[in-house]
């Protein structure tokens, strides 16, 4: 959508809050196409999501917003745009095989810049898609080398977000840092049930009749981020464990899927390790 | 939720509008606990449904929002307040004895004031609730005789809704203009797929691998009404015609219950035969 | 289906064992109506139920299937019949309200032969269907003394099976170890997501974005018993702990409903902490 | 799995042919896996499809078997192997990709040998995955050259099923003849709903609230064939067509992904137009 802007904003919540946000946005004959709200009730948070039409003054409305806006709001807005995003990946093609396939056809909503490896068995596939792939094998180097030389390959991309689509090393707090709500991740399981690896295994051994899929903002503890999109699928005693994994993985590129859209089109607020998500 | 009104608003669409109605709301200082709204594309339509918390001078406020409002604008607000409802039904006690519990434990939002059916066979289950129950024999009038008979029966109770909990008879163009847009009819398909009598059998006969159910408002062409809820459930080639009809009870109580949570929370508006919810 | 018995076998896998199992059914003139079948991989064990038509001599083909099958084999026949059930209760009712409307109209394929509960606040609603309700205040008594007059009451009924429909007191070893394998209970969760209490709250806390219901056998450790049937549905933002909870009654009745018709059946197998189901 | 072959079964039911069926096999030392059985109860028809494990005379087991099963008996063994098809498509791409990628990684159960395209918008595409691509133009010939020439193409193939990945040409009855329950489809619409062209513009204009995706197998009747696998999935009033279209490609893959499953590993029977499915 062409001369469209998204404003985000978050601020305590109190009586006119609609009033004097559309009331700027009204005097700037500014065209308001969709508003999405909510108040969070415990911290007693307001939270919107405005899709804006025409040309407008960025800086000026922002001025304008903030003055009439309580003192503590925080407000985005900016041009709706496609992302630039880097993967990351391991041995895993599912999730990234689905990528490609949307990034190619153009149903991504986002630029992807580059896949990086820390196996080399998916850069034949990448490339076949004019996607550069770097592979940074995690056996030469130690953690801090290994993390230092994926986030250089990541850095030379300026991305906006980075996607997990299955990369299987666990990211110290010092990466995560750096790219603060900006990596996304999709864990094999229905979060918070069976945290950290084989979930698949760990799901077997339980007996569950449901498997799932969450897609996650990463944060310092493992599986432990806001949670974006979950989904679940009946599986049953004739489901081994390989049984279990394939069926997952079709759950899986599904919700990573889902939870992309989502953020790449700037309809995500974080607040107190949960989402707000307006779609 | 006391002191709580329901605003709903549908008007031609233009710039402006949420400041003009927030404004209204804002200069009564009157608080907005929800704001959903949506532009219907096709005809510029215009639709939101506002919570508004504190005591409030209902005709002042219609008044001026008329007044800041295009001119073909439709509104409407009153208190929240639970619906006073009659229940009709023939044979089948599974959407009746689900309304029923959730009417004993107040979790239906309505006052269920009486039940009348075509057949005698619920009346005994109604009564164990303390709700009067009316058999009207179809078998013993004509048709409009009939009608006539149960819209006496339902007029002594005032109700703002009429559900049609498994009603098998056809409602006549004229029983049905009585009660504009206040009949809810659930009914035991996937809505437009089989269409009319025995749904059941005729989804067997197509070997279809899901059954469904629909909620809809009723109007004068046959299960054509504005669609509210649908759901869809498994089945395989192990499901003869009753144990497709055993495992769309499940959904169709369900269904219909959704819906019910929906209309008599003044969440639903229909226009062009089709439903906008804000849920 | 009159006439009618369900065989279940358990036993060591070896090559011929259908042969073996159909070979003494058809000398007997007995007619296979249905067999369903499963190797579980890991311990190389073979379950099997066969649903058998026509009058047949229990002991004989007992005695003659134990012959041609392996050592070990654990072996019921028995004929298909409704079970004899109590249902354990504490406040919320809306697991007990759907078992009791289906019991009304007999769709539950057992008798409710009477309900427990630790309140009173759901003995008038029980007995609007005819069914004796026993109140057991947990407050008067110790732990033991408690659970001692549970069991009695209990134990006048010899039932085929305790239904725990919303039970809020954990059961001691003891109580559970006097009805291995015939408690039913329903937990308001995805396990093995939110053990214990307040899951609603804890999903809440988390931000899932789907929250479930989970039907198990009940064994000594504290929701950890072989799973029969889970369901999850959707949720967001929106949804505070009471829509939560509000959403998931929903789905608690539906999921401990498809799990009691499976039970009830004699569909279920339990092996190391997990379920076969042949459904 | 190696050295397994499959055992199709389907022949008037009587007393006693599971033992007659698994007699023969335990006489000739094959190991049954896997038994999955169903007697369709209006014409009395058994079926069954068993996982047989070691070496075994393929003719023998055959005659065998047809001299102790009635003489109407239609039986299929033969090993269990990867089935080569024929991919056709028009523009869309979502089911295409979704394959390429599939058997790229020798997950798909199927050898693609070709891709026919009425278009050659698809032609880069697939030729990234290294498999042929035929552009035979509808526009240049008239309906009855231009499928010889499609069955042309196809039949050097010598293909075991052709797969309509969102083919959008009517096929002939006579195409339809030469490959006898050997075309699978995907229609983007819950069958029997919206049967034809423009389905999602159909669903708009209803106002349904699930839309569906429908993979079978073609007959002579367009969108009539016997049903394998159905989904459905939620849309509401904020969805226009576009967003219904898109919605639906979700689904569209994973329900054709999930019939080819279950159609190359021979697990599908059809009966008067109806799919009998051992999974």
Not at 5 to 15: M, S
Not at 207 to 228: F, R
Not at 249 to 262: F, G, Y
Request: proline residues 4%; contains cysteine; aromatic residues 8%.
């Amino acid at each position: 959508m062409k001369d469209c802007h998204i404003l985000l904003i978050k601020c305590a919540d109190r009586q006119g809050l609609i009033a004097n946000i559309t009331g700027v946005l009204f005097r700037h004959s500014i065209n308001v196409v969709v508003m999405k709200e909510f108040v969070e009730p415990e911290t007693n948070t307001y939270f919107s999501r405005l899709e804006l039409l025409g040309p407008l003054d960025v800086e000026l409305i922002k001025t304008e917003l903030l003055n009439t806006l309580p003192a503590d709001t925080k407000l985005m807005i900016h041009p709706r745009r496609k992302k630039d995003i880097v993967v990351l990946v391991t041995k895993e093609h599912h999730c990234l095989g689905d990528l490609l396939v949307r990034h190619h056809f153009d149903e991504l909503h986002a630029n992807i810049k580059a896949v990086i490896g820390n196996y080399d068995v998916l850069k034949n596939f990448t490339e076949r898609f004019d996607i550069p792939f770097h592979h940074i094998d995690h056996e030469l180097y130690d953690k801090e080398e290994f993390e230092a030389r994926v986030i250089d390959a990541i850095q030379q991309y300026h991305p906006d977000y980075i996607v997990l689509a299955k990369f299987m090393r666990i990211l110290s707090g010092n990466f995560v840092a750096k790219f603060e709500e900006k990596i996304i991740n999709i864990h094999h399981s229905f979060l918070p049930a069976f945290i950290g690896a084989n979930p698949y295994r760990k799901a077997y051994e339980r007996g569950v009749k449901l498997i799932g899929a969450t897609a996650h903002i990463v944060n310092n503890d493992l599986d432990e981020g806001p949670i974006i999109t979950q989904k679940t699928i009946p599986v049953d005693h004739e489901h081994d464990v390989k049984g279990m994994r394939e069926a997952g993985h079709e759950i899986e590129k599904s919700v990573l899927a889902d939870a992309l859209k989502l953020v790449f089109d700037d309809r995500i607020f974080v607040m107190n390790n949960k989402t707000i998500i307006f779609n």
